[in-house]
């Protein structure tokens, strides 16, 4: 394949001769057959009666942490719309924000809200009864 590279030249050119297209092939074959496998192993770990067993619905009445320190009321429209689906353009066109003002007030509300990204803020968000 390296050899490809340098000199310009793609697998499908006239250029390639047998023996580098079944080089490239027997590659390919390779790689294809140990993702099959891995993901035949992934089925299978996660398809017992076990994985069910284990399997847990979280309510969304659980109970939650009370927070250490309160999102304005700014943050609570953001954290709205971003539970609307909304991007942080279209918040800031929404709230007459820029979008830089309005990634400021979503990484107050992921600190503030201690959530690992935007799904999990509106998460905290309904559970703490901040937005509906």
């Given at each position: 394949?390296?050899?490809l590279?340098q000199r310009g030249?793609?697998?499908?050119d ?5 023996a580098e297209r ?7 074959m390779?790689?294809?057959k140990?993702?099959e ?6 089925k299978?770990?996660h398809s ?17 942490r ?11 429209e953001?954290l ?10 279209e918040?800031g ?12 007030h ?11 990204s935007r ?11 901040l937005?509906n």
């Amino acid at each position: 394949m390296f050899r490809l590279k340098q000199r310009g030249l793609a697998a499908d050119d006239s250029h390639v001769d047998a023996a580098e297209r079944k080089d490239i092939l027997d590659r390919y074959m390779g790689h294809s057959k140990r993702f099959e496998e891995a993901a035949a192993r992934q089925k299978v770990s996660h398809s017992g009666p076990a994985a069910q067993a284990t399997a847990e619905v979280i309510q969304l009445n659980a109970s939650q942490r009370p927070l250490a320190v309160s999102p304005t009321a700014r943050e609570l429209e953001v954290l709205q719309h971003i539970a609307d689906g909304l991007a942080n353009r279209e918040i800031g066109t929404k709230l007459f924000l820029s979008e830089e003002t309005v990634k400021s007030h979503v990484r107050h509300l992921l600190a503030k809200l201690t959530a690992r990204s935007r799904a999990h803020a509106v998460a905290v968000g309904l559970r703490c009864g901040l937005i509906n």
